[in-house]
Every structure is written in structure tokens, then in C-alpha cells.
């Protein structure tokens, strides 16, 4: 009987942990996204420039290393 607790709450115990590692998962795949369009759009914007082609009233979105040494901090401080 004591076998058979233990063996649930390990199986327990391992749905939460794989549960959390997913939901971790999702959060990272989700700030690659995002950052990965980010990057293309200043690729697109650098690549105007260079050809001269720069719009006028169109501001280049700029990302800041920083941002993202803060979000990691956050994670690992989690």
C-alpha cells in the first residue's frame, strides 16, 4: 500500500514538473517570436537605407540589448 502512494505521488510529481517545463517552454518560444520579427523588420528597414529608399515620417524600431538581459534575469530570478 505505502508502494503504491509513493508511486502516485511520483507520477503526480512528475505531471507537475513536466507541466511547468512546458509552460516555460511556451514563454520562450513566444519571446523568440516575437524578437525574431523584430529583427527582420530592422533587417528590412536596413536594407531600405541602403538602398536609399528610406520613407520619410518611418521611425526604425530600435531593440536594446538590455531588455533582453533584463527578461532573462527575470526568468532565472523566478
Request: net charge negative.
Amino acid at each position: 500500500m505505502l508502494l503504491g502512494v509513493l508511486l502516485a505521488v511520483l507520477v503526480l510529481y512528475g505531471l507537475l514538473l513536466f507541466w511547468v517545463l512546458n509552460e516555460r517552454l511556451k514563454e520562450v518560444h513566444h519571446l523568440l517570436r516575437s524578437l525574431l520579427k523584430r529583427i527582420e523588420r530592422m533587417e528590412k528597414g536596413a536594407q531600405r537605407r541602403e538602398r536609399g529608399e528610406e520613407e520619410e515620417g518611418v521611425t526604425e524600431e530600435r531593440f536594446p540589448l538590455y531588455m533582453l538581459e533584463s527578461e532573462t534575469s527575470k526568468k532565472e530570478g523566478e
